[in-house]
Structure formats: C-alpha cells, structure tokens
C-alpha cells in the first residue's frame, strides 16, 4: 500500500463533493492564506536566515512581497478569471450558446524548490486555490527550516479536508509521484524535472515544469557601463546567486570587458562593502552538497574579481571570472552561486550564434543603449523570458507569463497564467430541443444538393482583405 495513497484519496473525495468550487470558498482560502503571510512574517524572516542566512530585505522584496502581490492580484479578479468565456459561433449555432468553462483539475501535487522556498511554493498555490483544486504541496527538504514551519503552521490556516503538506525525502518524493494526480506543478532541476515528468507519464497527467538554465547577459558596445554593472551584480548576486532566473554569464567585446570589470567592483563594494563577508545583505550557499559543487566551478577561467570562500560559512563570495571558455566546466551546468563569467565576443551577431547553439535558457538579457540590438537579439533567439537593459525584473510582472521554453522548461504561470495553468478549458455548446428542421440538412439520406447549404452554416470563411489606396 502507497504511503500517501489514503491521503490522495481523502483530498479526492473533499474535491468530488464540489466543495472547492464556489467562489466564496475559494476567497476564504486565499485570505487564509494572506493571515499566514502576515502572521507568520517574523517566522519566515527567521527561518530563511537559519537556511541560508537570506537577509530580511531580500526575504521580504523576493519571498513576502511577491506573494502578496500575487495574492491580492488572484482576489481582485478571481470572478473575471472565473467566469465563462463566451466563443464565436457559425450560422447553425446561432441560437445556442457556446463557451469555456474554467473547471478546476481535481488533485493537484506542487514540489517546491529549496532557493526560494516561500515563493515558488506558495504563488503556484495562490493559482491552484484560484482555480479550484485542492492540493498536496511537498516543500523541498533542503531548506529544513522552512520546511518545518510550512508543514507545521500552513495546514491550521486552510482547510485540512482539502489542502495537505507532506514532508519528503527523495525516497518518499518518489512513493508520492506514484500516486495518481491530476496535474502537477514542479520547480526544480532539468535532471529532477524528468523524474517527474515519467512519473506523470504513467497516468497520462499534465505538468507544469519550471526549470532553470544558463541564462546569458549580452552587454554591447553602447550602454551605461555604471548602470549595467549595477544592474547585473544586483541580479547575479542577489540571494548569494541562488535565483533560476539570474544572469548567468556575460557576452560582451573585449573593449567593454575592460570597462565593466571596474565598474561590477564597484558595484560590488557599493553594494556588499569592501568585504562581503561582513555584510549583512549577502546570502550564503543553502548547503554543503551545493557549496562544493559551486566551489568547484571556481577552476574555470580566474577570478578578476572575488573568489574567496569559507567552507565553515558555506560563503562564496562574489565572484567575476575572465579567461573563460566555452568548454569549461562552468559553462557546462547552471551555476546557481554568486559567481559571474565573462565570455568574450567579436559582435552582437556572434553573441546571438553563441546562444543559439546552446538549449534554450528561462531567461535572456540584453543591454544596449541601441534599440536596433535590442530588437535584434529578441526576434533571432528564442527564451522563457526576455528583458531588455536589466536583470530578474520582468518575473516582477504579474501580467507577464513566466516560464521556460525546451530545457529550461515546460508551461507558464503568474497571475492569470497560475490560474489557467491549474484549469482546465472545458469546451461546452448548449443547444435547445427543438428547431429539428434545421438538422436536417446533415442528417442521411444524403443529397448532394444540401452540402452548398450545409457548408455555408458551419464553415469558417476567410475574410476579405482590405487594400487602401
């Protein structure tokens, strides 16, 4: 007997009894969900500092924040989001009335990940409470804190009957994935991200993949040196680099190479002091598995910048390395650590070739004071995301979808986009009882001289086109 299979069964029963389907259900989860947000800020502060000593600023513009937002963004439109969407009909369905229902999946599970453990796992909920769904959330073990206090205090403020946390290891991820749901939202690893995705295989279920990559930066020859340095350590360096969507190396000219190497100093001292170390607004590596691994991506290249570490601290600090090529081992594996290469480029053209001969990354940025690079970095490459002259700051967005493409990912969400990706597009046509002569046109016996009509009811034609001259 599965572990979890009474617990998938129980949620299953709470969802076919329709309970979390109207709309003023759905409002009291999400303001429940607000209060634990407020009651339990000082909670999370804590046990994100305990993890990976993730400052309070950071914590509450990347983790609160975000959430909030997200929150008010679902309750504020939530009946819009809900209500059907009325289609076009041809000349036969005339009097009938066509839409799409937003019907909810049933069970949905959301594995979250350990680099923003709040976040990623509570935004894909805001969407799935929305929608409907009652959930099984499996925050990830590596932030043991937030962990603890998510399993320990969230399930008092939702409904138990409907909403469950389990605590899992990668053995009893595995029982969990065994279980038959109808939709899955996971944020990880590409690797992980394939485990998943086998599993829910097996019972035909749809997922949602947010995954990561090798996120390029491409700088050309005209910018505000000052201001794209201060743009990028911020992205990169942000929560000790741990972010899925950070810059994660740079492609630029040798001349602007050597005029950003001391403006990111700068920048650097500006934001983290003469020694980052001591800084109270500098993260550290959430693990020792993980510190070694990044501590090792230090051999490629060398460091122009940083390259100090303390294994005692798990600390890394910000690192920009030059003389980097593209077989070196940090250019083979996302970096997830606050170190920054720099690849050398003759021109914007060879930057684009560089990125396209690579898999398709979740994020991808451009700076240049041109809006002719701009626009030809954007229309020749293809990416989850794309923001012009800054960095991580288009997933800020509630309006935009966010997600991958290829390796970096399957699926969107964020905002509306959380709440369509746990619903599903029920078509329905109601039509009336009578007006049966109308029918008759596609009913047998056939005659060849009905089909002129018959067309002319269902077919879609082509619209003129309209020449101004």
Not at 135 to 141: D, F, R
Not at 342 to 367: G, W
Request: aromatic residues 8%; glycine residues 6%; proline residues 6%.
């Amino acid at each position: 007997m599965n572990p979890y299979a009474g617990l998938v069964s129980r949620l299953r029963a709470a969802w076919l009894s329709g309970k979390t389907r109207p709309m003023a259900y759905r409002v009291a989860q999400l303001e429940a969900l607000g209060r634990f947000l407020d009651e339990k800020k000082q909670d999370i502060l804590d046990a994100l500092a305990s993890d990976m000593c993730k400052p309070p600023f950071e914590v509450e513009i990347s983790e609160i924040s975000i959430c909030r937002s997200e929150l008010n963004h679902a309750l504020n439109n939530l009946g819009t989001w809900m209500k059907d969407e009325h289609v076009e009909k041809n000349w036969a369905m005339q009097l009938d009335s066509a839409f799409i229902r937003k019907d909810p999946y049933g069970v949905v599970l959301i594995i979250g990940p350990w680099n923003y453990p709040i976040n990623l796992l509570l935004v894909p909920l805001i969407g799935a409470i929305a929608a409907g769904n009652c959930v099984v959330m499996k925050p990830s073990e590596i932030s043991k804190d937030v962990e603890k206090l998510v399993a320990e205090t969230l399930p008092s403020y939702l409904d138990e009957d409907c909403f469950a946390v389990v605590t899992a290891g990668v053995e009893e991820t595995t029982k969990l994935l065994e279980n038959k749901f109808d939709y899955i939202f996971f944020t990880g690893s590409p690797s992980v991200g394939r485990i998943v995705m086998t599993a829910a295989a097996k019972h035909l279920t749809p997922v949602t993949l947010e995954l990561g990559g090798k996120n390029p930066c491409y700088v050309s020859d005209s910018c505000e040196v000052q201001n794209v340095a201060r743009r990028v350590a911020w992205g990169r360096f942000f929560n000790a680099g741990q972010t899925c969507v950070a810059p994660d190396y740079i492609l630029c000219s040798v001349e602007m190479q050597e005029k950003l190497l001391p403006a990111l100093r700068e920048a650097i001292t500006e934001f983290y002091g003469p020694n980052p170390q001591e800084s109270p607004d500098f993260a550290r590596i959430v693990g020792d598995k993980q510190f070694q691994r990044v501590q090792a991506l230090l051999s490629s290249g060398h460091a122009a910048i940083g390259g100090q570490t303390d294994e005692k601290e798990r600390y890394i600090a910000p690192t920009v390395l030059v003389d980097v090529q593209p077989e070196d081992p940090i250019m083979q594996e996302e970096i997830f650590g606050p170190i920054l290469p720099i690849l050398t480029v003759a021109n914007v053209d060879e930057a684009i070739a560089f990125i396209n001969a690579r898999e398709r990354p979740l994020a991808l940025y451009a700076f240049s004071s041109c809006k002719k690079v701009l626009r030809q970095v954007l229309e020749q490459t293809s990416s989850g995301g794309f923001c012009a002259n800054d960095t991580v700051m288009h997933m800020t967005l509630t309006s935009l979808p966010f997600g991958g493409i290829g390796h970096s990912g399957l699926g969107r969400y964020h905002g509306r986009f959380t709440f369509e990706a746990f619903s599903h597009q029920r078509s329905a046509l109601l039509r009336g009882t009578g007006r049966e002569a109308l029918n008759n046109l596609r009913y047998p016996p056939y005659s060849p001289r009905r089909l002129p009509l018959l067309r002319a009811a269902t077919e879609t034609r082509r619209a003129a086109a309209c020449v101004l001259l």
